[in-house]
């Protein structure tokens, strides 16, 4: 089974993928995604790998008969790519130069191009988890791309706070909340000519930093030759960062947000950024996602963000001394 179903309470659409869970358990001495495994090149920098058990495909079946005037469902329209970071198998991204992950930042312009040409697709997402605390199965270093044929709920309140923010203040949500981070300079991490890396003032996750592009840019496609090796650089410190926060390769989610695709131009007030999402509230406490924050959507962060940033700083300093 692969579909979609209306939640008729939020008005968002639910992934149904049952199909997923006959995947195969992989033996330990074997990786799909490593040269000599007969799936991949046998030579290969960074590479886009279509999901062998995709959520969302271009020839969805048809959706199960179980709807009805009340109920709604949709065919699972949409793609699933993997993209292989590295052929080394442990590598991690702060382990890799700067002109290896500029490729990788090559490879996401190319394949966010090529997915939004379907005009079905209306949200192209971006994003790597890290980790087994974050569901991670497969060590070899690789992320994803979902391209949606809906606007994902949390997309959509940011795009339509983004549009009434410039409507009644003729600038851009996000540019005013970079503004406001480096004019008050505690939350921020470090910062270069093109990118600034700092944590929130409304963190939900301890450690969840965010990357913003310090022009404003609406996608990641709008980039230069060298702002997309600047991000490959800011990539790489943030997350050798968190590599040194404790010591150990920090688990995390982290997800990249463009504008939505083929629908209303958002371009004028979408603001590209990266958000991580990282489980750990401390070196060995996990800050799970209890029935507030899952039921209520009513986060808490039990640490103060800007006693949190001192942390991080610190750690990117000890990552910067390596």
């Known amino acids: ?175 005013e909340m970079l503004r406001q981070e480096v004019a008050f300079e505690k939350r921020v991490i470090f910062r270069n000519e093109h990118f600034t890396v700092f944590l929130p003032f409304f963190t939900e996750y301890p450690y969840g930093v965010y990357i913003m592009s310090n022009a404003h840019r609406s996608n990641i496609a709008e980039f230069t030759e060298e702002e997309r090796l600047s991000l490959a650089e800011t990539l790489r410190r943030t997350t050798g960062m968190l590599d040194s926060l404790f010591d150990y390769k920090f688990p995390y989610m982290m997800c990249m947000y463009n504008a939505p695709v083929n629908g209303e131009d958002a371009s004028a007030y979408f603001h590209w950024h990266i958000a991580f999402y990282p489980p750990m509230r401390s070196a060995d406490k996990v800050k799970f996602n209890a029935s507030s924050e899952t039921g209520a959507w009513a986060h808490c962060n039990p640490t103060c963000p800007e006693e949190t940033a001192k942390e991080l700083r610190a750690a990117y300093e000890r990552f910067m001394k390596k």
């Open 1 to 175: 089974m692969a579909e979609l179903r209306k939640h008729p309470l939020t008005n968002d659409w639910i992934m149904i993928a049952s199909h997923r869970q006959g995947r195969p358990q992989m033996p330990k001495d074997y990786c799909p995604f490593c040269p000599g495994s007969g799936k991949v090149p046998e030579h290969y920098d960074v590479y886009k790998y279509d999901n062998d058990f995709p959520a969302l495909s271009q020839n969805p079946p048809e959706p199960d008969p179980v709807a009805n005037e009340f109920f709604e469902t949709a065919p699972a329209y949409g793609k699933c790519e993997v993209i292989l970071y590295s052929p080394e198998h442990t590598i991690t991204l702060p382990e890799l130069p700067a002109a290896h992950i500029k490729k990788l930042v090559d490879l996401w312009v190319e394949r966010f191009n090529a997915i939004r040409e379907d005009e079905k697709i209306k949200y192209v997402f971006i994003f790597e988890n890290r980790g087994e605390l974050v569901g991670v199965t497969m060590p070899h270093p690789h992320g994803q791309i979902y391209g949606y044929s809906f606007l994902p709920k949390k997309l959509e309140l940011e795009v339509d706070n983004a549009r009434r923010y410039l409507r009644e203040k003729d600038t851009c949500l996000f540019c």
